[in-house]
């Protein structure tokens, strides 16, 4: 070996601890470019700031693949492999692998605090005076939760019905049915918790969240839910590391969910943000 | 409150948000000439009426305003189909699905490709017939993500010198048809808010008739005039809200008493409802001139599911006759009251005149999604008959006194309950393809599926930010194994007459023609010649990719009958391999995945236009 190689040599390997934490690879995250509490473009949702945190972990850098969070989503940008994960599916979610929970939240009642509503139940007899703000799908034969225990109750004509799409020109698509309580178009609304959490903030009075009971509807019908990360099925790698990532930095991840004002149905560190 | 979003931020979504498209106004045209078909040069005569009964141009999607889909010509006949070879083809270099029709007028072919929309002008006095020009709308990407079921196009339309189309991000253009330049855009869909066009428009009275796409978003239903010269809106008849959306007033008749009544889309929907109650209009329209009444159907109520929305749910899942002047309802007649099954009304409706009892009566057929094959009496709105035409587990037929389909409630989709052999499924006995009808042999050609479904309890699915939960849905082939069938039909007799069974279920558009031949496509991608009197089969060629296009017939420039069609996997079904939808999960496509498994090994995407003669390539 000549001196100038040697000397090469020696530079690389003062140099190697810096080199480790030079960006070696890339996360590619899918999300949708407009669906704040989530994500948006501007990287301003809890997914977003969740993806810095894995990225800055792994010391990767950050890459985005932004398709808008319908039909077609997953094979649109997981599965036509554009991108390796998706912060936030249910863990029961069957066109992903997906990680083990990182939280759960469960579907609220949001009501004006100066109402004194207090609703808990789908079972509360008030409901039927009320008028109900609920979010619809429209996928065939499918819709929220909430949506089905309140017509298995036979509250119908009192339900008004906003589609879960909202209207995607706007600023913030998901905001309507929380803005609806605000305005007093409705006098509740049940809302999936993290929506529901994160659109309460900005509303002029007071709202209350609180989570429904029961906790699941007969016949097997479920108001909470596990929240996982994604990735491609057979992704068993990236699956793990994931998992691990998730345990690890745990407080991290629940100190985020709980500046978003994330409703939480598991015991979070910390204390619970609830 | 904490530091990230503690106020909600405005900003635009560059990509996403529809474009307001520029509005160019009319050019004046030159006169019409005296013949319906010049040899060559320009056809911008206004009167489609006798040009839709040309058989040398096919320049309306349906053929005609009576949708029959039959050619006159008969050079292509039974003992001869077997020569048929391959004249041209073109590569729309598109791999969505193509289920629309191309168009001929004068010496011009035109077609318009699924998203991205482009207008393709073909020269047919050419050798080859070479692209005389093209038009790109630069339909919107986002768009593609609002479509429920494939990103397809179903046609376009020709009046006086122009071509109309929809592009999947809710615009209508006209396009000059000598040119290819733009003459006007109107935006009237909402990709924000689920709304798309997919459907081919029809031209009445110099007014271009289109309709919406997206019931599963939560849209408002509606048909649209556009005055063809500027694009101006003449009128919109929603289809639902109350009798001054809908254009019902003083000329409003319907034949049975539960369609009578003041302002049923409010009353028979609960609360507000009705605000996103569906009854879209993406199917086909027709007209009758003598009658000066369009035809056309409307979609099932969305995006509730049905105990959500106790009560008729008008005017969804029904046919409405309007004057195209004013769109003002003349009649409706509800094929699915309180639809419990995503039977849409949307199927297209063949007008004819038929000997019925000791009468001759001017009717309507229909294929409906429900099973049943309907003939209404298009004066009145009256059911003269409605006979299943596949096997049917979810009603009972139609009350011919109230004129009410006599539903099984045990049969509907419940979120977690299990319910067996529900027939038709979701798609229904026959869907948005069309089929033909012969007056020579006065049968009607039904291209269709032979489906059932099984709802199996719950699935977790996951949509905007928002985890839900719906019955999991699995079609499986009907009686006898075949999953789709081109069945000949004896409107009068209300019964088959013969069938061609098929492995997939057929997709395609029927075309029959004067030779006595139905031609129709499969989804592997053969395009069949039957014989239309006996169902045998003639001939056959394997294209490129499975056929959901629309035959049609045409006289070339060298006097010559050419068929052609479109191949090219896709639509709601077909989207199992245009969109390489992951097969182990039955419930794919919803519900297509388990079902049509196979479909990935029969066939690849890819759009090719194919023109057929006799003697070609031989």
């Known amino acids: 070996m000549n001196a100038r190689a040697m000397l090469a040599l020696a530079l690389c390997a003062a140099a190697a601890a810096a080199c480790a934490r030079r960006p070696a690879r890339t996360i590619r995250v899918c999300a949708d470019p407009n669906n704040l509490p989530y994500s948006n473009r501007e990287e301003q949702g809890f997914e977003n700031r969740i993806a810095s945190l894995l990225a800055a972990d792994r010391h990767a850098t950050l890459e985005y693949t932004w398709w808008a969070q319908r039909r077609g989503f997953v094979r649109n940008t997981l599965k036509a492999n554009a991108c390796d994960v998706v912060i936030g599916v249910p863990s029961r979610f069957e066109p992903a692998l997906t990680t083990k929970p990182y939280y759960r939240s469960a579907y609220v009642f949001v009501t004006k605090r100066d109402r004194g509503l207090h609703l808990q139940s789908f079972d509360d007899p008030a409901l039927r005076r009320l008028r109900i703000g609920v979010q619809m799908i429209g996928d065939d034969f499918s819709n929220t939760p909430p949506a089905h225990a309140l017509s298995n109750r036979g509250l119908v004509p009192n339900v008004v019905g906003y589609t879960v799409y909202g209207d995607y020109a706007a600023p913030h698509p998901l905001s309507g049915i929380v803005d609806a309580v605000d305005r007093g178009e409705v006098d509740a609304a049940v809302v999936w918790g993290p929506q529901a959490g994160y659109f309460a903030r900005f509303a002029r009075a007071p709202l209350d969240l609180t989570p429904v009971s029961p906790r699941m509807d007969t016949p097997s019908l479920p108001f909470a839910f596990d929240i996982s990360m994604g990735v491609r099925r057979g992704d068993t790698e990236l699956r793990d590391e994931l998992d691990e990532f998730l345990v690890r930095r745990r407080g991290d991840i629940d100190s985020i969910l709980r500046a978003f004002g994330v409703p939480r149905t598991d015991a979070a560190t910390e204390g619970t943000g609830s | 409150m904490g530091a990230p979003g503690s106020r909600i931020l405005f900003f635009p979504l560059a990509g996403f948000l529809a474009v307001g498209a520029a509005c160019q106004k009319n050019q004046p045209g030159p006169p019409p000439p005296d013949s319906a078909r010049p040899l060559s040069g320009t056809v911008t005569d206004t009167d489609l009426t006798r040009l839709q009964q040309d058989d040398g141009q096919w320049v309306m999607p349906a053929k005609n305003y009576a949708s029959t889909r039959f050619s006159g010509l008969n050079e292509i006949n039974t003992s001869n189909v077997k020569r048929l070879g391959v004249s041209w083809t073109f590569s729309t270099g598109v791999t969505a699905g193509h289920e629309g029709a191309p168009l001929v007028v004068a010496d011009t072919m035109y077609l318009v490709t699924p998203w991205p929309n482009i207008l393709y002008a073909f020269d047919l006095t050419k050798p080859g017939a070479p692209v005389k020009w093209s038009y790109d709308p630069k339909t919107l990407g986002a768009a593609k993500g609002v479509a429920c079921c494939d990103m397809v196009n179903r046609g376009a339309a020709w009046f006086n010198g122009r071509v109309f189309f929809n592009t999947l991000d809710g615009r209508t253009i006209a396009v000059d048809a000598e040119t290819g330049q733009p003459r006007w855009t109107t935006q009237l869909a909402d990709i924000n808010r689920g709304e798309t066009m997919t459907m081919a428009p029809l031209v009445v009275n110099g007014k271009v008739l289109v309709g919406d796409s997206g019931g599963e978003f939560g849209v408002r239903g509606w048909l649209t005039a556009l005055d063809a010269g500027d694009g101006g809106i003449a009128w919109r ?81 029904g046919m409405f006759a309007r004057s195209p002047a004013d769109g003002q309802a003349r009649w409706f007649y509800q094929t699915s009251p309180h639809d419990l099954f995503d039977h849409d009304g949307v199927n297209e409706l063949v007008l004819a005149d038929l000997r019925i009892g000791d009468a001759t009566r001017k009717v309507l057929m229909r294929a409906d999604r429900n099973g049943l094959f309907y003939v209404i009496d298009r004066t009145s709105g009256e059911v003269l008959s409605a006979a299943p035409f596949v096997p049917v587990t979810t009603n009972r037929g139609v009350d011919m006194k109230t004129g009410r389909l006599i539903e099984v409630p045990e049969k509907a989709i419940k979120a977690g309950v299990v319910t067996r052999d529900i027939c038709p499924p979701a798609p229904g006995g026959k869907d948005w393809q069309p089929m033909a009808f012969s007056p020579a042999t006065g049968l009607v050609y039904i291209p269709h599926q032979n489906l059932c479904e099984d709802g199996e309890g719950m699935q977790v699915s996951y949509i905007a930010g928002t985890p839900y939960v719906g019955a999991s849905v699995v079609f499986k082939p009907g009686p006898g194994g075949n999953r789709g069938a081109l069945t000949a039909w004896d409107p009068i007799q209300g019964k088959p007459v013969w069938e061609a069974k098929e492995n997939f279920p057929v997709w395609s558009g029927a075309l029959v023609t004067a030779g006595d031949v139905v031609f129709y496509g499969t989804m592997e991608g053969w395009f069949k010649a039957v014989d239309a009197r006996t169902g045998e089969l003639l001939w056959q060629f394997k294209t490129g990719s499975g056929i959901i296009g629309q035959p049609i017939a045409y006289r070339g420039p060298d006097g010559k009958e050419y068929i052609a069609v479109q191949s090219g996997i896709g639509g709601w079904p077909g989207a199992i391999v245009s969109a390489d939808l992951d097969t182990r999960d039955k419930t794919a496509g919803n519900g297509w995945g388990g079902v049509l498994a196979d479909l990935k090994q029969a066939t690849t995407k890819g759009g090719m236009l194919y023109v057929f003669s006799l003697g070609s390539g031989q």
């Open chain 2, 237 to 317: 008849a929603y289809s639902t809200g109350p009798d001054k959306d809908v254009l019902i007033g003083s000329s409003y008749k319907p034949f049975y008493a539960s369609d009578r009544g003041t302002d049923l889309g409010l009353t028979t929907w609960p609360g507000d409802a009705w605000r996103i109650g569906g009854g879209t209009v993406w199917g086909w329209i027709s007209y009758d001139p003598d009658l000066d009444l369009i035809y056309y159907g409307t979609a099932n109520p969305g995006p509730w599911n049905p105990d959500q929305r106790p009560g008729d749910n008008k005017w969804t899942a």
